[in-house]
């Protein structure tokens, strides 16, 4: 029995017991691109397939049609875009969300109605314009939130109204300050914290008796002195000594 690096017999991803022995890659390991228990294709072990093909990635095209969706999603990652074409229907989203990030765009744009939202979300990570654009309608949240990520911040108001709020948060990150308004009086405290920290110290006295003290301190912090000083007698001793500061600044 042969026993990795960290003492433990060498299993393949079906739990078989194997030795360099009767490897394929014997050559390679007398270069040092092969070691048993760290970098090795047939090892259960995800991030020992990766160093293999890190290590050897000519041979990743060889590997592409692997019955272990680990090792055909390992393989997609420094195979050559032709061979990961192939891979575009391939039955496991993993698999499939790897080849999104990997394939040229026009045949990613062929992937966005995947029926799978991590396919959809790596789809999302390299469309651009009017296909980036009709993935903000996704039903679900990871996907819109990477597309909140990536659209330009002058189609942002599109996703003013999300149900997320993580994306709302989003845009108030990103939007341009002069559209900030609406997600200032967001449900969300995040979210209104989020906006209130790049909107124009104008535009903060209407949080000046915010719920949430986060937005309290934002006002005592940023808006203009006369709307600070309204918190000097703050609940919370924070908010009130930052006001307090405010008010007696020279």
């Keep these: 029995m042969t026993l990795t690096d960290d003492g433990e017999a060498a299993e393949d991803w079906t739990g078989q017991k194997f030795s360099c022995q009767d490897c394929l890659h014997q050559k390679l390991r007398e270069g040092g691109r092969c070691v048993l228990g760290r970098i090795c294709v047939r090892d259960k072990r995800t991030r020992r397939i990766d160093n293999f093909f890190a290590k050897n990635p000519e041979y990743a095209g060889d590997?592409?049609?692997?019955?272990?969706?680990?090792?055909r999603a390992l393989a997609a990652k420094?195979?050559?875009?032709?061979?990961?074409?192939?891979?575009?229907?391939?039955?496991?989203?993993?698999?499939?969300?790897?080849?999104a990030?990997?394939?040229?765009?026009?045949?990613?744009?062929?992937?966005?109605?995947?029926?799978?939202?991590?396919?959809?979300?790596?789809?999302?990570?390299?469309l651009e314009g009017a296909d980036l654009v009709a993935l903000a309608g996704d039903d679900e949240e990871q996907v819109r939130l990477a597309v909140a990520r990536r659209l330009?911040?002058?189609?942002?108001?599109?996703?003013?109204?999300?149900?997320?709020?993580?994306v709302r948060r989003e845009v108030a990150a990103r939007i341009p300050v002069n559209r900030l308004y609406p997600l200032l009086k967001d449900d969300d405290a995040l979210v209104r914290r989020a906006a209130a920290e790049r909107a124009?110290?104008?535009?903060?006295?209407?949080?000046?008796?915010d719920p949430d003290l986060r937005l309290r301190y934002v006002v005592a912090d940023r808006a203009p002195r006369e709307v600070a000083i309204r918190l000097v007698n703050d609940p919370d001793e924070e908010v009130a000594r930052r006001a307090r500061e405010r008010r007696d600044e020279a």
């Design 63 to 71: 590997y592409i049609d692997h019955l272990y969706f680990e090792v």
């Design 78 to 99: 420094y195979a050559n875009p032709f061979q990961v074409a192939r891979l575009m229907k391939d039955p496991e989203a993993e698999v499939r969300a790897v080849a």
């Design 101 to 126: 990030l990997k394939l040229p765009l026009a045949r990613v744009r062929d992937m966005r109605n995947d029926k799978s939202s991590a396919v959809r979300q790596a789809c999302a990570l390299r």
């Design 152 to 166: 330009d911040p002058t189609l942002l108001p599109m996703l003013l109204d999300d149900s997320s709020p993580a």
């Design 200 to 209: 124009a110290p104008d535009s903060l006295a209407m949080l000046a008796n």
